[in-house]
């Protein structure tokens, strides 16, 4: 089988890269903005059927979500209008489809975890762009495609949250982190693995809307406190408020979403947050 992955640079496309050699029975091509541009429909369909791709896994996005407020054009262009064109060259070839998006389309006014089918309302540009790829992508309804929602991605790769506290937690004797945002955190590789298992099972006649991230909930301050723990380092972890960190941008207060679905549909096993946290930790140390 043949799978496309766009924004391979990124955490989730680097980690999909590094277990390509797990699954034999799956080839991939690796691309990034540079050697295949997803804003151009012409150029993306050249390449599919050059390489007689089967499925294309859709990692590009514009991630920044501070920068997206003042550049939502960009955001627009890789979070939506390109994504257009996957869906569309996805049901004209017939090809896989899945597509990464995010926990951001929600308001984060729930209690309770939210599920596929619950009301969707991003609070910031980041959000927004989001739910508009989500929304061009089930108006054009390519078979056998999916759109997986994710939440507080990390990873050994690029910059994160995890790499950041680590970093700040040896340089500081204390930090502030906010307590009032609640999630899961997500592992990347865990996601990717998912994926590389899903892709050559799943069927089905239209697109569906799945939630991954690891098993638990934790505030971003409770994550914090667990990156020091299981780093071991000496460094005090202090709880502030989402308004005490000022930014220009809103954020979800909770943002838990519910993964049975994910779970059931494949008979997937998704780890703790924390042990999911503590393999990539451990990689992250024994890195040279």
């Not at 429909?41 to 979500?65: G, H």
């Not at 569906?208 to 991230?213: D, E, G």
């Not at 979800?252 to 679905?261: A, D, G, R, V």
Request: glycine share 4%; aromatic share 10%; with cysteine.
């Amino acid at each position: 089988m043949n799978i496309l992955i766009t924004g391979t640079n990124g955490q989730l496309g680097l980690e999909l890269k590094s277990l390509g050699n797990k699954f034999p029975n799956l080839k991939l091509f690796c691309t990034d903005r540079h050697s295949l541009n997803i804003l151009n429909f012409e150029e993306v369909e050249q390449y599919v059927l050059k390489n007689k791709i089967d499925a294309i896994v859709n990692c590009a996005a514009y991630t920044d979500v501070n920068k997206a407020e003042e550049e939502f054009a960009s955001a627009d262009e890789v979070n939506h209008l390109a994504v257009k064109n996957l869906g569309l060259i996805a049901k004209k070839h017939q090809i896989k489809l899945i597509h990464l998006s995010t926990d951001y389309v929600f308001d984060g006014n729930s209690s309770i975890p939210y599920t596929e089918t619950d009301a969707t309302n991003p609070q910031n540009a980041y959000g927004i762009s989001k739910l508009m790829g989500e929304k061009a992508l089930l108006e054009i309804n390519p078979k056998n495609s999916m759109i997986i929602r994710t939440s507080w991605l990390y990873s050994e790769f690029g910059n994160n949250f995890v790499k950041s506290i680590l970093k700040l937690s040896k340089e500081r004797e204390s930090i502030s982190v906010v307590y009032d945002q609640i999630g899961s955190p997500t592992y990347a590789r865990d996601l990717a693995l998912a994926i590389l298992q899903i892709i050559s099972e799943f069927e089905n006649d239209g697109i569906q809307i799945y939630h991954y991230a690891n098993k638990g909930q934790c505030s971003w301050f409770q994550f914090a406190e667990e990156i020091v723990k299981i780093a071991n380092y000496n460094c005090d972890v202090l709880p502030i408020t989402s308004e005490a960190y000022k930014t220009k941008v809103k954020r979800p207060k909770y943002s838990l979403m519910n993964t049975q679905n994910i779970q059931d549909a494949f008979n997937l096993e998704i780890p703790s947050w924390q042990d999911a946290l503590e393999k990539c930790i451990l990689k992250l140390k024994k890195a040279p």
